[in-house]
T-cell receptor
Framework: GAVVSQHPSWVICKSGTSVKIECRSL??????MFWYRQFPKQSLMLMAT?????????EQGVEKDKFLINHASLTLSTLTVTSAHPEDSSFYIC????????????FGSGTRLTVV | RKEVEQDPGPFNVPEGATVAFNCTYS??????FFWYRQDCRKEPKLLMS???SGNEDGRFTAQLNRASQYISLLIRDSKLSDSATYLC?????????FGSGTKLNVKP
């Protein structure tokens, strides 16, 4: 089945630093990837839709200058949390939509970010 | 109002029990629906799609009621391994909206 690899799986960083999270589709091309955030005991919240070769589309309330998304190739999207603060600590998950014969929506394994 | 709403639970049931979850959605234009399962500190994994005609996969049955705008998941003969959080998901133009999840605890 479709595989989406997300890296790193967990990261601890200091306040004020930036963290980059990678999301790769391993065996298919993904023109569209999605980034979600999940706080403890809450549902996944869509942050942004990442489009290959164009600007990401951000959901209301998500700061595009803080959460930088780059989708430079058909298999890689990156999310950079800039100037991280403790309130950014969360579980970040990417997903990719496969639009070929094996249509489906697959999640990466998630990145647990802790900002200290 | 949230796009998708579901009872957070927890539902505590003994092994072998039958348990059902409901989920309501607010956008009548939502095109498709899914149930995902999420284990603690893991990513969600697709459990099954939900069709208007209803669909069954082993011990799991999912149904969609467009008139009342809800979907359901029925689990028969619960196993300890069914303990997880079950997420109801609606899809509208390739945007997926997640419910907050219903936690199921199956006890021996």
């Amino acid at each position: 089945g479709a595989v989406v690899s997300q890296h790193p799986s967990w990261v601890i960083c200091k306040s004020g630093t930036s963290v980059k999270i990678e999301c790769r589709s391993l065996d298919f091309q993904a023109t569209t990837m999605f980034w979600y955030r999940q706080f403890p005991k809450q549902s996944l919240m869509l942050m942004a839709t990442s489009n290959e070769g164009s600007k990401a589309t951000y959901e209301q309330g998500v700061e595009k200058d803080k959460f930088l998304i780059n989708h430079a190739s058909l298999t890689l999207s990156t999310l950079t949390v800039t100037s991280a603060h403790p309130e950014d600590s969360s579980f970040y998950i990417c997903s990719a939509l496969r639009q070929d014969a094996n249509y489906g929506y697959t999640f990466g394994s998630g990145t647990r970010l802790t900002v200290v | 109002r949230k796009e998708v709403e579901q009872d957070p639970g927890p539902f505590n049931v003994p092994e072998g029990a039958t348990v059902a979850f409901n989920c309501t959605y607010s956008n009548s234009a939502s095109q498709s629906f899914f149930w995902y399962r999420q284990d603690c500190r893991k990513e969600p994994k697709l459990l099954m799609s939900v069709y208007s005609s209803g669909n069954e996969d082993g011990r799991f049955t999912a149904q969609l009621n467009r008139a009342s705008q809800y979907i359901s998941l029925l689990i028969r003969d619960s196993k300890l391994s069914d303990s997880a959080t079950y997420l109801c998901v609606g899809n509208n133009f390739n945007k997926f909206y997640f419910g907050s999840g219903t936690k199921l605890n199956v006890k021996p």
